[in-house]
């Protein structure tokens, strides 16, 4: 099994939808959560962390569920320039190092 | 702040050579650094974790003698792709991370743009 698994879509939603990706990681040691957005054929760049309280930033949200070890992203009014994969990322116990998920492909349609 | 580099952005060599690739911390020292491989259509694996002035560790499965880490200074990474085969075509990216006692921040990570490799 994966330590972290996506839906590796892709998600086709019309500009203005919300869209939500959900994730789910298998260590339950892990201590930190990230969401990043990749481009094609770019590096990962951070979108934002993730918070068993919940955070949000702007059109964004990213929620923590330790007791189901899943994360979610929420994304509203969705762009045009939204469309990426996004990355559900954790660490292991003990190590700098991150893990990524597979991604979730998401394109924005007009 | 916090710009990572790599060069060469992409390279294609002959089976048989060896191919280095930088990565440098441009403004900020990383005590850390990490080399990841993505194939296409895939995530991101992480290859090994270097720290500075000590060998590298390796993932399970990961050539240590294949792919050869230097991590000699605070500011840069190499990693050497050695005897290439076309199997070792990928994209590889190495993030940096500055020492945690003054950043405060355990996992913080910033990623080089990555290096396209194609073996021919």
């Known amino acids: 099994r994966k330590e972290v698994e996506q839906d590796p879509g892709p998600f086709n939603v019309p500009e203005g939808a919300t869209v939500a990706f959900n994730c789910t990681y298998s260590n339950s040691a892990s201590q930190s959560f990230f969401w990043y957005r990749q481009d094609c054929r770019k590096e990962p760049k951070l979108l934002m962390s993730v918070y068993s309280s919940g955070n949000e930033d702007g059109r964004f949200t990213a929620q923590l569920n330790r007791a189901s070890q899943y994360i979610s992203l929420l994304i509203r009014d969705s762009k045009l320039s939204d469309s990426a994969t996004y990355l559900c990322v954790g660490n292991g116990e003990g190590r700098r190092a991150l893990t990524f998920g597979s991604g979730t492909r998401l394109q924005v349609q007009p | 702040g916090a710009v990572v580099s790599q060069h060469p952005s992409w390279v294609i060599c002959k089976s048989g050579t060896s191919v280095k690739i930088e990565c440098r911390s441009l403004?900020?020292?990383?005590?850390?650094m990490f080399w990841y491989r993505q194939f296409p259509k895939q995530s991101l694996m992480l290859m090994a974790t270097s720290n500075e002035g000590s060998k590298a560790t390796y993932e399970q499965g990961v050539e240590k003698d294949k792919f050869l880490i230097n991590h000699a200074s605070l500011t840069l990474s190499t990693l050497t792709v050695t005897s290439a085969h076309p199997e070792d075509s990928s994209f590889y990216i190495c993030?940096?991370?500055?020492?945690?006692?003054?950043?405060?921040?355990?996992?913080?990570?910033?990623f080089g743009p990555g290096t396209r490799l194609t073996v021919t």
């Open positions: 993030s940096a991370s500055p020492n945690p006692r003054t950043s405060g921040k355990t996992y913080e990570q910033y």
């Open positions: 403004d900020f020292q990383a005590t850390t």
